[in-house]
């Protein structure tokens, strides 16, 4: 019986962001000016942690507005030596940085809850060994029977790593153990800052 309670206290589903699928490549949902919809990649290039809030913020969104970047938004997101993007930057800039999207911060990852409005997507705001870095929060893991937005941990698209590939995330960050790992095998002590949840203005 204590097995049985045992296995159960240890399942965890993964609930992803409804705008996205990843049979192979992972891909989001697109609207066009009369509302025609379409399954469009993703971009997902790799780039330093210095970066990586830069390309976050392109998935974001590409996603928030439900169309995919021009190639010039994507050279832009990973010119060399951009400066690293901070908390401030996405309160104070956004409207500069992205137009007709706007910004909600929220501080730390003790007790994390997600908004009852949050359907994503959000920016996680990541401090581990190598210093400060950005990944985009595709989705949360959460017990299996947990019915309310309470995650144990966010599943990522880190721009620190390459694409994944049938799946929407290539890393997750454990929050109860401060711990992030990547697809690959890699495993770093990593707290969450906070996280930047994006809305169309």
């Known amino acids: 019986m204590a097995r049985a309670a045992e296995t159960e206290a240890a399942q ?83 409207p500069a940085l992205e137009k ?26 990541l401090s581990g060994a190598r210093g400060i870095s950005w990944a985009l929060v595709v989705g949360w893991e959460q017990a299996a029977q947990g019915t309310t937005k309470n995650p144990e941990g966010l599943l990522l698209l880190d721009p620190r790593l390459a694409a994944p590939w049938g799946t929407a995330y290539n890393a997750r960050l454990l929050l109860g153990q401060g711990r992030w790992r990547g697809l690959d095998g890699e495993v770093q002590r990593c707290e969450l800052l906070g996280l930047v949840d994006l809305s169309a203005r």
């Open 100 to 125: 007709g999207v706007q910004a909600r911060w929220h501080p730390g990852s003790q007790g994390l809850k997600l908004p009852p409005d949050f359907y994503g997507p959000a920016l996680a705001c």
């Open 12 to 94: 965890r589903v993964h609930v992803f962001l409804g705008a996205l699928r990843f049979d192979t490549r992972l891909q989001f949902q697109t609207r066009d000016a009369i509302g025609r919809r379409a399954w469009r990649e993703l971009p997902t290039p790799e780039t330093s942690p210095d970066g990586s809030g830069w390309v976050a913020l392109l998935q974001a969104a590409a996603l928030v507005r439900g169309k995919s970047p021009t190639l010039r938004a994507i050279a832009r997101a990973t010119l060399a030596g951009l400066p690293m993007l901070t908390p401030g930057d996405f309160m104070v800039r956004i």
